[in-house]
Structures are given as structure tokens and as C-alpha cells.
């Protein structure tokens, strides 16, 4: 495993060995189900569970009483879109959210498309920022709902929720927010940026998978969903279904562990982000940054390297693992539409590369990051047809290129 | 993910470079669209009909690099006609390509076709 080198924490992270250990006695010794309520083994259950609830609160700076648990930040998205609608469909049927959010927002949205629902895409900036100025003019005496991410997970660009709820909050419209890259990385207080709704996720933040929750608000306003799942009532009746005990107090440890390392954990990250950045752009031309050279998450440097095409890059990576924007990592051939919607040119969004850093990256892994992406760039250039135009000073885009495919 | 033949390819790439493209004996084929990720530029040397050497460059995955690496490898030694029947398939198999990169032996053959279609007509105006 040590010849691996794992720059892909925006994927998922490495469950962190403390908040293993803290799960591992609810698998064996501590296995009640919480919601019994006559035995020793559901009330060891439920102290813990309650004790997690109060770890994830403290994170978002909510009571304990707003989380509910969800299988994981797909499922919390879920809840908050699909069930905000349906609890506020007689308010109102706009919707509002953005063109880079997440497909756990985007298709949830959409499926309420298809229910009679209307919805705004908002654009974004090359950066990948929206203008608060468009979002407040797309609102209208129909709209119940914004959904815009904390953190955007292919390009680390930091929205400005605070600004957003601000907006959402004058005209008496719901504020979700998808966290799922945000929590535990960078501060979030639901009352200051005046959130109703927040997704997080656990297997982002070195917690297990198959664990998230959401914040729902319970004053001013108080905010219902209409559950997606039902079956016994849990959790005020928005999610049905047994506690995920070992998953919550893992959930419950990772949290903890973020928000007491996280001031220094963000300058380390933002160093060895930095360091990567330079050492890649020193040893290498046509390198360009997606995202907002500012305003983005310590772990996440998104790149493109012009001419070299970004799935044959990441095989000559070989054993550091990265993702990148290329079509042809998806099935579907089409470039990110994230970076698509920066008004990045397919050409160059076939050339990104995502490295996302987390806590257990090192200095030297960062080294020899610097080093073989560049040695695996300049032999793809030297194979490249379009790299010899380009020192030949011919426009790329200005060709016409006959094929399509 | 890869076969071990477009590893091979990939790591060790067969008749990567350029011959001058204004030579009479040389025909270029440059297909595909950098929007679409993939381009590939294969150029023949020609001498009384038959192949005597390739080259290529690719922008492209590594599916894309071994099926331009694996074309320049059987047109060498060919007729132009022999090397005008290769098809898209033959590629497709020998590199055990996935469906999803299908599209890039099929580049591959566009490619050989380009460039003997670019030699002929050079042929034709000298």
C-alpha cells in the first residue's frame, strides 16, 4: 500500500483509525437497536447515539434535536429537495439551484421537473461563482426552495452561503445546502449563514460509508420535509428505518476530530496544495487552474494540462490516484459539465485533473506527485499532435476539425 | 480496466513521431477533434505502393494511443490497398478494447484511410 499514493479524498477518504476504533464496540458488544427502549441494549445504543448527534451539531453549530440521520449525503439531498417540495408544494412549485451542483441535487430537481414543479438553473462565472444578483432576481412568489452547495467537489470553489442565505431568508425561501465537501473542512454555522437545510455526508470527512445526516431547522422557521422513506417513524418522522448505530458514532467521532483539528489541518493542507500547484506549474507550460484562485477548499487543486488528454495522464500516473474531468473516464463520453459550465472549452476540460488532498497526505507523497505528473505530461506532449501545433504557434481552436464522435 | 496489450502500447508506444509532411512519398491523416478528446495524426511512407515506414502522434486516452501505436505496427510492410483493408474490428479485437472505446479503433482506421487517401492525392498533383 505505501507505493500508493491516494490524492482522491474528494472521492472518499480513508476511515481514520480513531473513529474506527470508537465504532468498533457497537458492531460486537454494543449491538442494541436505539429505538428499544425496555433494555440495557438499547439504551446503550441511544446514549450513543445521542452523544454522536451532539458531535455532528457542534460541527454546524445546531442542537443535537435537528439531525436527522441518512444513509449518506445523497439520501440527505434527497430528503431536503424532494421532501421540501412536497411539504411547501401548495406555497409554491419554483425551485432554485446551479448548473455545478452535484447529480445527487441535480436529478432530484429534475425528477420534480417532471411533478410540475418549475426550476432556475443558475449560471456561474469562469471561476465557478454565481451572481447573488441573478439569484435574487430569479426569485419569486413561487419559489420554496434554494439548493446551492457549500463547496463545489470537482473544483473546490467555496460559494458564498452566507450572502445566499442572507437572500433566501429576506424573501422567506428555504436555504439548503449540499456540505457534503464543506463540513468538517472549512466552519459552517447554520444560524450565521441562515441555513434551514445541510447535508453532510461521513465518508468525506475520514468517517465511515453508508452514514450521513441532515440538518433540518426547527426554529424560526421551523422547517417540515414529507419523508421519502416510511416505515416506523424515526427520527421525528422524516426517516424511517433502523439507526445505523456503528455508522452514526463514527459519523459522530469524525466530526469531532475535523472540527478540534481543523484550523491546522487547513493551513497544512493549503501548504502542500500550494506547493503542489507551483511545482507542477514551474516544471510544466499550458498549465491552467480551474476554479477561483481565492475563494476554494484547502484539499482540492483542480488543473488542466493543455494537449494531453486526462484519462491517458492518469494511467501513466499509475499508482497515484487522482480523478480527472475527461470524458473518457464516464461512460458517457461528455466532458465534466462542471467544467463546462466555467465556459471551460471541451478541449480543456478533457485535460483536467482533480488531486484532492486529505489528512493523511504527506509532503513527500506531494513530491513525488510533482514528479511524475510532470514526467508523465511531457512524454504525453511529446506524443501529442496538438502540443506540436501549439509550439508551432498554430490556434487549435481555430481549425476546423471534420470529425465528430 | 486495461488490457495487458493497450498497456503494453501505452507504456512502450511502436513509431511515435513525424515525418515531413511535405514529402511526396508521405501521406498524413490527422482525425478527430480536441473537443472530443481524441486526435490522432498518422502519416505513411510510401515507396513503389507499399508502406515502408509509419508514424504517429495521438491526443487521446490510452485506448486511443495503442490503437494509433498497433495501426502504425500492421501497415508497415503493407500495399496501400492491403493497408486500406484493415478494419476498425480487427483493432477493436486484438487490443480487447470495451465498447465505451470502440470509437477509438474506429479513429484508427479513419486515420490509415486519411492518410493514404492524402498520398494518393499528392501522387496525383506531382
Known sequence: MSDYIYLDNAATTPVDPRVFEAMTPFFIQHYGNAASRNHWFGWKADEAVTNAREQIASLVGCSAKEIIFTSGATESNNLAILGAAQMYREKGNHIITCLTEHKAVLDPVHHLETQGFKTTFLKVDKNGMIDLTELEAAITDQTILISLMAVNNEIGVLHPIDEIGRIARKHGVLFHTDATQAAGKIPIDVDKAQIDLLSLSGHKIYGPKGIGALYVRRRNPRVRLSPIVFGGGHERGMRSGTLNVPGIIGLGAACYYCMQEMSQESQRLISLREKLEAGLKENLDYVFLNGHPQKRLPGILNLSFSYVEGESLMMGMENIAVSSGSACTSASLEPSYVLRALGIGPELAHCSIRFSLGRFTTDEEIEKTIEKTTSVVQRLREMSPLYDMAKEGIDISKIQWAETH | ?126
Open chain 2, 1 to 126: 480496466m486495461y488490457s495487458d496489450k493497450v498497456i503494453d502500447h501505452y507504456t512502450a508506444p511502436r513509431n511515435v513521431g513525424s515525418f515531413e509532411k511535405e514529402d511526396k512519398d508521405v501521406g498524413t491523416g490527422v482525425v478527430g477533434a480536441p473537443e472530443c478528446g481524441d486526435v490522432m495524426k498518422l502519416q505513411l511512407k510510401v515507396e513503389n505502393d507499399r508502406i515502408i515506414d509509419a508514424k504517429f502522434k495521438t491526443f487521446g486516452c490510452g485506448s486511443a494511443i495503442a490503437s494509433s501505436s498497433l495501426a502504425t505496427e500492421w501497415v508497415k510492410g503493407k500495399t496501400i490497398e492491403e493497408a486500406a483493408e484493415i478494419t476498425n474490428s480487427e483493432i477493436a479485437e486484438e487490443l480487447n478494447l470495451p465498447p465505451v472505446k470502440i470509437h477509438c479503433s474506429v479513429l484508427a482506421e479513419d486515420a490509415i484511410k486519411a492518410a493514404i487517401k492524402d498520398y494518393k492525392q499528392r501522387k496525383q498533383n506531382t
